[in-house]
């Protein structure tokens, strides 16, 4: 039996603006709140999960994501084609682009995210460090927008002190960053960062933050509905990173307080609101060894990292996401938001740890996920599912926590140990290396963790597959 909780609503059925895990993640919820579903997909992913196991699926495109993903005009046309009450735009493609959530307010389809004003605001990061600081959040110090020449970036650097990083404006993925040690390296890297931004996306303007040495990168999930209620479920900690990039969550943070947690929360649900945000959103901060947090950036959508925070709090963030865009209210207060799990996410991706996380497509000879007590995989992945070489490198996310830090921990070696995915190489080998190697067992991991990591262990110890089966 269907249970449809939306039975007197607006949103009936929805257009999923993306592929993957996340295009998967997003019909489970569907499915549950009993809502029709209508994948597009490019010709490369006709072969997709998402695509079987939505209602209705339209092609939409080549493979490349600029003639298929990032097609606002045939996502829309899809939309009305299939005569859908709204669009769920995931993450990463159109999630951010405050035109795409604009044309569908215009087309009268409901954008799954924040009004396209919240999303210009915050898309641009020194608008958004701006935007913050007038709510009283403190912010990384820096130039107080983006720089117009060499000269005025190292009259800052000085006046800040070395080291500073160059972030490109409209950057994500951890691109387009470069850090300086003084006037020389500034002069220099200051032009490579505006063409590299240039290029990568569309958008040459450069600011300028002092680089924090070693901190933890911590993050709040703001859920805001459209009747003026913002609340937070807590803390990721996304310390574990490549190149700028996240490799391991989970919430609570190790190095938090509660202290600390109900004034950072605070802080973010301040951010969230001086961006007049609604839906889910991820306030991100960088944190010093001494407990001294940063605003760095707004992610006006759902993270990757989204399952650790619904694992630890129970509650199903696609779904309210779906609920606050059908105008519901939000149907608890903060106080009733208790962290009850650890929660710790590796995401799996289709890489080669031993050189440099270069990708690895290819067709996956045999797929076997973990399961028990305590594990969620979100995976697009199975036996003979070939890995197109046109996206993003994750397929797939496994998720294990339990009541304390050491349970999800054991779990998390646990569960990797029996993950199998032939045919391809993945970051399976290197998670089980750091779920078993003091420093992140002891909680002690940075952002700097991964580089020292690497430095003190033998290739052998993260790149060895399974053998079971
Ligand atoms: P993106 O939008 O590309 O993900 P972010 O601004 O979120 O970029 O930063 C990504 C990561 O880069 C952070 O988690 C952190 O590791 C590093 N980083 C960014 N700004 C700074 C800074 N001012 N000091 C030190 N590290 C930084």
Known sequence: MVVNSFQNTVIQKVLIANRGEIALRIVRACRELGIKTLAVYSEADAQSLHVQLADEAICIGGPKGADSYL???RIIAAAEIGNVDAIHPGYGFLSENAKFAAQCEACNIKFIGPKSKSIEMMGDKSVAKDTVRKAKVITVPGSDGPLSNENEAIKIARRIGYPVIIKAVAGG???????????????KEFNVAKNEAEKAFGNGSVYLEKYIEKPRHIEFQ????SHGKTIHLGERDCSVQRRHQKLIEESPSPFLTPALRKEMGKAAIRAAEAAQYQNAGTIEFLVDAKGNYYFIE????IQVEHPVTEECTGIDLIKQQILIANGEKLPFDQSDITFTKHAIECRINAEDPAKNFAPSPGTIGLYYAPGGHGVRVDSHAYSGYTIPPYYDSMIGKLICFG???KIALERSYRALSEYLIRGIKTTIPLHKAIMSDPTFMEGKATTAYMEDFFARTPSELFTQENTRL
């Open 298 to 301: 707004m992610n006006t959508r």
């Open 222 to 225: 703001i859920l805001a509905d």
């Open 71 to 73: 097609r606002a005009d």
């Open 403 to 405: 009541s304390t830090r």
């Open 173 to 187: 993925g951890g691109r387009g960053m470069r850090i300086a040690h003084n006037d020389v390296s500034l002069a």
